[in-house]
């Protein structure tokens, strides 16, 4: 026998660290699609519309041959490996904002007269054919 012991806790972080780090880069970005939502409700003043664009999208989710083959069946996938959030968590939030009228943030006024947001050399006017 050697002089040397093996750190079992050593090799059990550098085991369980990297899964860690995906389950909390997850997390994050389930996070940030919850504020981005709150951004859209902020930027179109609909969240109704915004929930039924959802609900829309969700129902179109899936393939061509999923739809043929196995209609109405959805394939369960566990929400801690999903980088949405569940679309009915996220058309829940967006209905409680209708109800209430949220603290957003105003938006700067993207249409102001004196504000360009096209560089003028990317602007390029040209007449119509006759």
Known sequence: MS???????????????????????????????????????????NPQGLA??????ERYKGGVLSRIFLPGHREPHPSILSTHPQTEERIKRLLSLSKQKPEI?????????NVSYIPEHRVQIRNKPR
């Open 52 to 57: 039924s664009a959802l609900s829309k999208m």
């Open 105 to 113: 943030p105003p938006l700067p006024h993207i249409l102001e007269e």
């Open 3 to 45: 002089g040397y012991q093996i750190s079992w806790i050593a090799i059990l972080v550098l085991i369980f660290a990297p899964l860690l780090t995906v389950f909390l880069q997850l997390a994050l970005s389930r996070t940030r699609e919850f504020d981005e939502d709150l951004g859209a409700v902020a930027l179109t003043g």
